[in-house]
């Protein structure tokens, strides 16, 4: 048997074997594979040894006994399903039967993921950081930050029920040769009722920004520490 490279060249279609496929919301539908690529698929699945006789004849016989079901999962709500592919088959090796149930590439991941709780923002002068944030920005101070504790001077400030952690550390990133448009440069993204009230602002302050390069209605624009943030508008 010629041994194939991939995984995925074992897929291909080919005579004629139907193996029950489903994925997502479609509806079964029947995939091709020849009984020689069904049988390498299965080594490479199970690491069986190439030099491991496999009789075909019980192999097929047993073929009815095969289920593949690949289920297309998506991610909501901080819960992560993945892609998941599940399969069922036997084999005879060496006039024994080699059995696999459920071979899965990524299972159910949940642990009690709620919402973002905040971003931390690197600042070299948190007055100076304030005084964006606070004064051109409008964010409130969340006063519960135990100053007292923290080795370093820094705020909390509200956004929405989530917030920014402002930080007054040393930035390991550079704050020149950043992208112009903070879309292409790692950033934080806030929920707005309105984008053109806070291009008016933004404008009377003289701070540059950048427009959504999609059409949609979002702002980018760079704190004084060169930090890109993102104001996309929301309707709820």
């Known amino acids: 048997m010629t041994q194939c490279s991939s995984m995925a060249s074992l897929l291909s279609p080919a005579a004629t074997v139907p193996v029950q496929h489903k994925a997502g919301n479609m509806r079964d539908r029947s995939l091709g594979l020849s009984l020689d690529r069904f049988i390498a698929f299965n080594r490479v699945l199970w690491s069986v040894p190439a030099n491991t006789q496999v009789n075909c004849t019980s192999v097929s016989s047993i073929f009815s006994n095969t289920s593949s079901n690949v289920q297309q999962m998506t ?8 892609l998941c592919f599940t399969t069922k ?25 709620v919402s973002v709780h905040h971003v931390g ?5 948190l007055e100076r950081s304030l005084e964006f944030y606070q004064n051109i920005l409008g964010l409130e101070t969340n006063e519960a930050r135990p100053d007292d504790k923290l080795p370093y001077r820094g705020a909390w400030l509200w956004v929405g029920s989530e917030m920014i952690h402002l930080m007054e550390l040393p930035n390991p990133d550079p704050l020149t040769g950043r992208p112009e448009h903070g879309g292409r440069d790692r950033h934080t993204c806030i929920a707005i009722r309105d984008v053109s009230k806070l291009k008016t602002i933004l404008d009377k302050a003289g701070i540059p920004y950048t427009l959504s390069k999609s059409g949609r209605p979002a702002i980018f624009t760079r704190d004084p520490d060169a930090n890109a943030l993102e104001f996309t508008q929301v309707d709820n």
């Open 75 to 82: 991610v909501r709500n901080g819960r992560y399903s993945g």
């Open 89 to 113: 088959a036997k084999m005879s090796a060496e006039g024994g039967v080699l059995e696999k149930d459920s071979v899965r590439v990524s299972d159910k991941i949940d642990y009690g993921v």
């Open 121 to 125: 923002i690197l600042c070299e002068n």
